[in-house]
């Protein structure tokens, strides 16, 4: 079992649709949680950081469920520039940094 | 300000032959990553330093493949010799080193090996 498991998808919406991705991570020792969009045949960068009480980023919301370790990212009024994939990442205390292998999203007009 | 530089963009090379990948962080960035990523998958974490010390190298497959940080600048990944299965993406990242800090990737080295 991968330490970070995303569903792969892909998820195919329509604009302006509202879609939901999840992430679950297994070391119990994870402190710090983000979440990267990377675009095909790009490099990641950084979408937004995952923080204990949630947070938002205009259309972007992020949760964080550590009883359940999960985390979560909704992407509300969807465009067809947030067509991309989605990567999860955690962070443990000591440095180590785990990527998920993604989750990619197609919107369609 | 300049974001992470990577060189080259792409390379093919022979089975069997050697090849390196360089790395120019962001300035004042200590934590440096080598990364590898295959399609469809997530990138994998090679090697982390910070400033010259590799500090996790656990991934790294030591028989053939080997990297330097001197004077904990810039970076070089190197493969000795390059199989296969080693075609990839090869990615540099570097932060501030806190852990809550994000990483930024540079553009990567897209090695083909034949």
């Known amino acids: 079992r991968k330490e970070v498991e995303q569903d792969p998808g892909p998820f195919n919406v329509p604009e302006g649709a509202t879609v939901a991705f999840n992430c679950t991570y297994s070391?119990?020792?994870?402190?710090?949680f983000f979440w990267y969009r990377q675009d095909c045949r790009k490099e990641p960068k950084l979408l937004m950081s995952?923080?204990?009480s949630g947070n938002e980023d205009g259309r972007f919301t992020a949760q964080l469920n550590r009883a359940s370790q999960y985390i979560s990212l909704l992407i509300r009024d969807s465009k067809l520039s947030d067509s991309a994939t989605y990567l999860c990442?955690?962070?443990?205390?000591?440095?180590?940094?785990?990527f998920g292998d993604g989750t990619t999203l197609t919107v369609k007009p | 300000e300049a974001g992470v530089v990577q060189s080259p963009r792409y390379k093919i090379i022979e089975k069997k032959q050697p090849v390196a990948f360089w790395c120019n962080p962001i300035?004042?960035?200590?934590?440096l990553y080598w990364y590898r990523q295959n399609l469809g998958q997530g990138p994998e974490l090679l090697i982390r330093?910070?400033?010259?010390?590799?500090?996790?190298d656990s991934q790294l497959p030591k028989d053939r493949f080997s990297a330097e940080r001197l004077k904990g600048v810039d970076s070089t990944l190197k493969i000795q010799p390059a199989e296969l299965g080693d075609s990839a993406v090869y990615l540099c990242?570097?932060?501030?080193?806190?852990?809550?800090?994000?990483?930024?990737f540079g553009q990567g080295t897209r090695l083909t090996v034949v």
């Open positions: 990442v955690v962070n443990t205390n000591a440095g180590k940094s785990t």
């Open positions: 300035s004042g960035h200590n934590t």
């Open positions: 995952v923080y204990s």
């Open positions: 990242a570097s932060s501030l080193g806190n852990m809550n800090t994000e990483a930024f």
């Open positions: 070391n119990s020792a994870s402190q710090s």
């Open positions: 330093y910070e400033n010259e010390e590799a500090v996790d």
